[in-house]
């Protein structure tokens, strides 16, 4: 049974700060692993996708990825109040579907 | 704009009424994928079409069916709905071989 598991927060952090956001999966398959943002009652928007081992930044945001761990993380810096979301890890592989986590509530306190 | 559409962004049924929902693409991908978000839950995969080849997840209730009569449209019919299928309905495509997903809008099931 393929796993993404997520703290469900909720997560405060105040604006300006960094938020940080970790994600675990158990298939050792999974070989992309993607951040959404979701805002209540919209659908999920792609944040940072990543593939390899190691850290991608872009803008504000960084994703970090470890294999042997198998943990996946997101770090937000100078957190927005805009940033206030849900926020979902999710693992695949290949065309099949993607695995989702429940998602971390997110909170910047202005 | 490429993307995905889907529609209605909010439906209403009866228990027991058919629904159906619909997903068009200009993406051009050769995969659609159809979940189910219910409250403060994770997506979960219902089913994807790769081109033609339907793909059933093993817990999707068989109430659930697809269509895909093109490459641009695939449609989610749900047969008998029952409260419990109250949730987001979350269409998306990929290019075969990537796993990198574009979302619709979604759309909103309400059973009365």
């Known amino acids: 049974q393929k796993e993404v598991e997520q703290n469900s927060g909720p997560l405060s952090v105040p604006e300006g700060a960094i938020a940080s956001l970790n994600c675990t999966y158990s298939d050792r398959g999974s070989q992309s692993f993607f951040w959404y943002r979701q805002y209540s009652g919209k659908s999920p928007e792609l944040i940072m996708f990543?593939?390899?081992?190691g850290d991608k930044e872009d803008g504000r945001f960084t994703a970090q990825l470890n294999k042997a761990s198998q943990y996946v993380s997101l770090l937000i810096r100078d957190s927005q109040p805009s940033d206030s979301a849900t926020y979902l890890c999710?693992?695949?592989?290949?065309?099949?579907?993607?695995?989702f986590g429940k998602g971390t509530h997110l909170i910047i306190q202005p | 704009d490429a993307m995905v559409i889907q529609n209605p962004r909010y439906q209403v049924t009866q228990f027991g009424k058919p629904v159906t929902l619909s997903c068009s693409q200009t993406?051009?991908?050769?995969?659609m994928y159809w979940y189910q978000q219910k409250s403060s839950q994770a997506p979960k995969l219902l089913f994807h079409?790769?081109?033609?080849?339907?793909?059933n997840e093993a817990d999707t209730p068989d109430n659930f069916q697809s269509r895909r009569p093109n490459t641009s449209f695939c449609f989610l019919d749900i047969r008998s709905p029952g409260l419990g299928d109250a949730a987001m309905y979350l269409c998306?495509?990929?290019?075969?071989?990537?796993?990198?997903?574009?979302f619709g809008d979604g759309t909103r099931l309400s059973i009365l």
């Open positions: 993406l051009n991908h050769n995969v």
């Open positions: 079409y790769y081109d033609k080849d339907f793909n």
């Open positions: 998306a495509t990929s290019r075969g071989g990537d796993s990198l997903q574009h």
């Open positions: 999710a693992g695949g592989g290949g065309a099949d579907g993607l695995t």
């Open positions: 990543i593939y390899s081992n």
